[in-house]
């Protein structure tokens, strides 16, 4: 075993150093968030098990939810919601 490990060729640090980004200048084109500048998103089908819903003025700020909900609840959570908005994000 001794013997193989002499005879491996030997790395330099630098081929297999990653290289990075630094994080400053990733937040410095970062978009404001959807509850300041909402986006108008085109919507893809999706299955019959969850529905889009809106929390934000003119169809704006859309969130999945369950189609299993009763109405009484679908109005509750879409009530909640806004309340909430900037944890949705």
């Known amino acids: 075993m ?12 630098s081929s297999y150093m990653s290289t990075y980004e630094p994080l400053a200048s ?9 509850v300041i500048s909402p986006l108008k ?3 893809k089908p999706i299955p019959n098990l969850v529905k889009y819903v809106f ?7 859309v969130v999945i939810i ?3 909900l009763s109405c009484d ?3 509750e959570l879409i ?9 949705i994000g």
């Open 79 to 87: 009530h909640v919601l806004p309340d909430h908005k900037g944890a």
């Open 41 to 43: 998103l085109e919507l």
């Open 2 to 13: 001794d013997s193989t490990l002499d005879f491996t060729p030997h790395l330099e640090p």
């Open 55 to 61: 929390v934000g003025h003119k169809e704006t700020l």
């Open 73 to 75: 609840q679908e109005e």
């Open 66 to 68: 369950s189609s299993f």
């Open 26 to 34: 990733l937040a410095s084109s970062r978009m404001p968030p959807s």
